[in-house]
């Protein structure tokens, strides 16, 4: 089916987040909505989806005028949503979820889940799912309940499937398989539009590329584009992609970590005896799929896991048992990798979320009483130097862009005097510009004299950031690597081998 | 700065919307570590899970605005009319020949539903056939009188539903309060003033135990404060009871009733009539029951408005009630936060069994003395949004109603139970479509969804 938008406009406000944007989706087509951290691509899908309304300016499926109230009708007119976090009810099987929405009934009202169940095994057929459709979702992995999205979408005939960062939570495994599932869609006449921040993805499935910027169209590229075409077009500027990072100047031994294991609560080791140091002044950065440990690895720094045996020593203090108020207080910056869950505060300001952890003392509260004037001031100056995209310091969190949100926690933990750095994932969902300006942030941190603890799944963040490399593989450290080890030795150990001649 | 920056005036948008990159699973089954990673909240044994459902219930309860809660007022007034014409004698004869005279059925309608409403002002506000100003006024302090415990309640319940908690517990507090303030306004002669002063104080802190003990055992055990709170309700009755109906105890002596003594008079707030009387001696001063502790329940508006908004402490209750997760992570201790706002949220509770027994309720009480003030207040934090000025003001309602309520009955026979009906319907209509669509997992109307992505966390499917 072929998508158009004609000149969509949708304001919040006084804010444009639309501006007048065109944009043609041929049947069959890939079509990569390429842009910054609130340039608007979630909006024009919300749009395209019903969700919002558009100000201004109308959507056409084959030539045809559509008028949406809701996301039903947009679903009844052919139009699927692949969400990053899944709409699904984890407490159902895949079939009752497939059917979530427009349940059949047979005779008497009762539910017809044979009928789902068939449609599930169908689809799973036509594009070779492996899926139970009486499996319980929250029992399936992560790319697996995508494919359950997708299979939801097909069973309502989709011919347009949007598919919003889909990515960002994938292993590179699943994001190559889905990617392979795209073209299959495609061959199959279906169109798809597909947002992302990761270069490389596009280039690999993209047939077309609009380039967003400030809620306007500013031109389309070539697939072909190179990493710097496209993201100066993002952002409207010449942007140098390499970070300045120099060599480092590691002090003594700061952080030890010995023996430390993670027990969950179905007393299950989910990080076992890991051990490893890090000195002043240098980054360590944990690779490995995600949910190898790393989180609760984290976690366990920080105080957050209440089953931990071992010690973790800070210049010579044991961090073991201390109350995660103490260690933030301590100087301890950490970015949680559920940023929305643990890291902020949706319903409060940009400001509050600001001082989310330093409710306890200057510079924000004084005798008990917040000093509202301080907490301003700061969150103006903290919105421009961290370029974060929002009408104002009284902007609910809730309302900003993914990539948006992700920067108030950077800035509220990279804005303080920190002994010591933990960053999860800190660079999942922001664009390209503000990736290299996050890393800039903390090779700014690790040159300050601290020891800075990053995880991230992505090995060209991996090899960007490092100065050491530790890999987890099932709880347990691989080896720790220098960081120019090749990829594909690293690749080897997050699948839990140990390469020839690396000390494990 | 670009065009994005400018500040806005836009209505209130619902937050977390679809489609953003701002949630990853945490991905346990990806690859590798064989256990299901759990929550570390929920895999902690000494800490209770947070209530992210409810604290999502609450936050859309909370969250609407001003402009519901006066729909909720107009609709439940409507609804009320059409009970008030129902029940209606005259309407009833009338619609027995509807057919040949209709135009009497619709005039008895129409009688029965202004004078009903007359009346209900008369009771509340201003009774115009009174002569003088100082009698025809008396229906409005009447109004603040009983408005005066439902404020200090619903304050209490307010500031507690601003942590994520439901202090169901209004009325084990007011009796728990009552005897504690009762016990020193007999048994302890003092100076005048000083001796009511050491009741409120007495009764502030036998709530503040009360609604404590709900979160101590919240915060040991993880038990849910709703049970807690309901199950204390009775035990504060019961306990009560049996002092009242023990000589030596709380019984007034040489009664056999379960009731207690009468307050000493130094420990009786001053009402309106004691202040006139002081400010113009020798002028009519009519008969107020209108009593200090309205004073105090101003006062007490402000604190709970100064706590929420502006100091440290309650920054860190409003993270904990709207997002305990991330209130874990930023170092807060949420089980304490859990019991000093329940120790707070008591003794608030505890002010209004102060008003009642210092000030409007002297001559001795029974177990009874509550008087439905617990949970009425529930209703008035709800009306007001939790918002303390909003609490304070649907306090005053609620006390029109009150007051009003008995006028009618009397003057135009309306049962009282319409009253009732009314401020049920206002709940109803404020509470119910969240709790509704958080129940059956719908999404709100026009704001775009949010929902599971944790893998195991059913919690996390509530919709908003
Ligand atoms: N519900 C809302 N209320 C107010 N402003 C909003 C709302 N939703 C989005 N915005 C604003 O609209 C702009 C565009 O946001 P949008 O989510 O579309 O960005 P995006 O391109 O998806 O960014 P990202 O790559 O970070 O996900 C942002 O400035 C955002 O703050
Ligand atoms: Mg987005």
């Known amino acids: 089916m072929k998508l158009e938008l004609r000149g969509v406009t949708k304001k919040f406000g006084s804010l444009v987040a639309n501006d007048r944007i065109t944009l043609t989706v041929e049947s069959g087509e890939i079509h990569c909505l390429l842009g910054e951290n609130g340039a ?62 427009h349940e059949q009934t047979t005779f ?26 009486d499996a319980v979702i929250e029992d399936l992995p992560v790319g697996v309940q995508q494919r359950v999205e997708i299979i939801k979408a097909l069973s309502r005939d989709a011919k347009v499937l949007v598919f919003d960062e889909p990515t960002a939570v994938l292993t590179p495994q699943e994001t190559d398989e889905l990617m392979a599932i795209m073209r299959q869609l495609k061959a199959n006449g279906t169109s798809i539009v597909f947002i992302t921040h990761k270069l490389r993805e596009v280039r690999e499935v993209a047939d077309r590329i609009t380039v967003i910027r400030l809620g306007a169209v500013v031109g389309e590229a070539s697939p072909s584009a190179s990493n710097t075409e496209l993201a100066s077009m993002m952002v409207g500027r010449a942007i140098d992609l390499t970070i300045a990072k120099g060599p480092e100047l590691p002090g003594d031994v700061s952080l030890i970590v010995t023996s430390l294991s993670v027990i969950d609560s179905r007393a299950q080791y989910v990080v076992k005896n890991v051990s490893f140091e890090v000195r002043a002044g240098e980054i360590l950065v944990i690779a490995g799929v995600q949910g190898n440990g790393q989180t609760e690895l984290t976690e366990a720094i920080l105080g957050l896991q209440s089953r931990v045996e071992g010690s973790i020593t800070l210049n010579g203090e044991e961090l073991v048992g201390r109350p995660v108020g103490g260690m933030l207080d301590a100087g301890v910056g950490f970015i949680p990798e559920d940023r929305t869950e643990d890291g902020l505060v949706a319903e409060f300001t940009i400001a509050e979320n600001l001082m989310l952890d330093r409710s306890m003392g200057a510079p924000f509260v004084r005798w008990g009483t917040l000093q509202l004037g301080t907490l301003d001031e700061f969150a103006e100056a903290t919105l421009i130097e961290f370029d974060i995209r929002a009408q104002g310091i009284t902007t609910r969190v809730g309302t900003l862009s993914g990539g948006n ?37 903390i090779v700014q941190a690790r040159d300050s004299g601290i020891p800075v603890v990053v995880v991230s799944t992505e090995l060209d963040e991996v090899v960007a950031l490092a100065d050491r490399i530790a890999v987890m593989y099932r709880g347990g450290i691989v ?26 | 700065m670009t065009d994005n920056q400018k500040p806005v005036t836009g209505a209130k948008i619902a937050s977390g919307f679809a489609g953003e ?18 929550d570390p909240i929920v895999a902690a044994p000494t800490e209770p899970a947070p209530p992210p459902a409810a604290n999502r219930i609450i936050t859309e309860i909370l969250g609407g605005n001003a402009m519901i809660s006066f729909l909720a007022i107009v609709l439940a007034l409507a609804i009320g009319s059409v009970l008030i014409a129902f029940t209606n004698p005259a309407v009833q004869t009338s619609t027995g020949y509807f057919l040949s005279r209709p135009g009497d059925t619709f005039s008895a309608i129409a009688n029965a539903i202004v004078g009903a409403y007359a009346a209900l002002f008369q009771g509340s506000v201003y009774n115009f056939e009174r002569s003088d100003f100082i009698n025809g006024i008396k229906p409005l302090t009447e109004t603040l009188t009983f408005a005066t415990p439902l404020i200090a309640a619903g304050l209490g319940v307010a500031l507690a539903f601003r942590v994520g908690l439901f202090n169901i517990g209004g009325r084990g507090q007011i009796i728990i309060a009552a005897a504690c303030a009762g016990w020193v306004s007999w048994s302890f002669p003092m100076p005048y003033f000083l001796h009511m002063l050491v009741g409120v104080l007495a009764a502030v802190v036998g709530g503040a135990i009360w609604g404590g003990l709900v979160g101590l055992l919240k915060a040991r055990t993880g038990a849910h404060e709703v049970i807690v709170t309901i199950m204390l309700n009775y035990v504060a009755y019961y306990l009560v009871s049996f002092l009242l109906r023990t000589p030596g105890a709380l019984q007034a002596s040489g009664s056999n009733n379960p009731k207690s003594p009468a307050a000493l008079d130094t420990a009786i707030m001053p009402n309106l009539s004691n202040l006139l009387s002081v400010l113009f001696p020798g002028a009519p001063v009519g008969t107020f029951r209108l009593n200090f502790s309205f004073v105090l329940v101003i006062l007490a508006t402000f604190l709970v408005w100064y706590i929420l908004t502006r100091s440290s402490l309650g920054f860190r209750f409003r ?60 209703t008035v934090a709800l009306l007001g949004r939790s918002r303390p000025w ?20 009397a003057s135009q026979g309306v049962p009282i139970e319409i009253i009732l009906v009314v401020q049920s319907v206002i709940v109803l209509l404020i509470a119910a479509p969240p709790l509704v669509r958080s129940i059956f997992r719908l999404p709100a109307p026009g704001s775009p969804v949010r929902a599971a992505r944790r893998p195991g966390r059913l919690t996390e499917v509530v919709t908003k």
Do not use: W
Not at chain 1, 57 to 75: K, M, T, W, Y
Not at chain 1, 118 to 133: L, M, N, Q, W, Y
Not at chain 2, 390 to 405: R, Y
């Open chain 2, 21 to 38: 990159p701002v949630q990853s699973p945490s991905g346990a089954h990806a690859n590798g570590v064989d256990a299901n990673q759990v």
């Open chain 1, 479 to 504: 080896g720790i690597v220098p960081a120019n080890t090749p990829r594909d030795v690293l690749g080897l150990m997050m699948a839990g081998e140990i390469p020839e001649g690396v000390a494990a």
């Open chain 1, 405 to 441: 949100q992700q920067k108030v926690v950077l800035a509220r933990e990279l804005s303080r005097d920190l002994r010591l750095f933990v960053a999860a994932q800190p660079t999942r969902g922001l664009d390209v510009g503000s990736i290299e300006f996050v890393h800039t942030r």
């Open chain 2, 319 to 378: 993270v904990v009630g709207q997002n305990p997760n991330a209130a874990r992570v930023a170092g807060i201790d949420v089980n304490r936060m859990y019991i000093v706002a329940l120790v707070i949220s008591g003794g608030l509770v505890g002010l209004a069994g102060a008003s009642q027994v210092l000030g409007t309720n002297t001559t001795g009480f029974t177990a009874g003395i509550d008087g439905g003030i617990g949970f009425d207040a529930i």
């Open chain 2, 390 to 409: 909003g609490v304070f003001f649907s306090g005053i309602l609620f006390g029109a109603l009150k007051a009003g309520g008995y006028t009618m009955q």
């Open chain 1, 108 to 133: 008497g009202g009762r539910l017809d889940l044979d009928a789902s169940r068939a449609k599930v095994r169908e689809i799973s057929a036509r594009f070779g799912f492996e899926i139970d459709p």
């Open chain 1, 40 to 101: 608007g691509k979630s909006t024009l899908m919300n749009v395209l989806y019903g969700l919002y309304q558009a100000d201004e300016g109308e959507i056409l499926l084959d030539g045809v005028v559509q008028h949406f109230s809701g996301p039903r009708d947009a679903i009844n007119a052919g139009i699927g949503m692949v969400h990053q976090h899944f709409m699904l009810i984890p407490v159902f099987t895949v079939a009752e979820n497939v059917m979530l929405g």
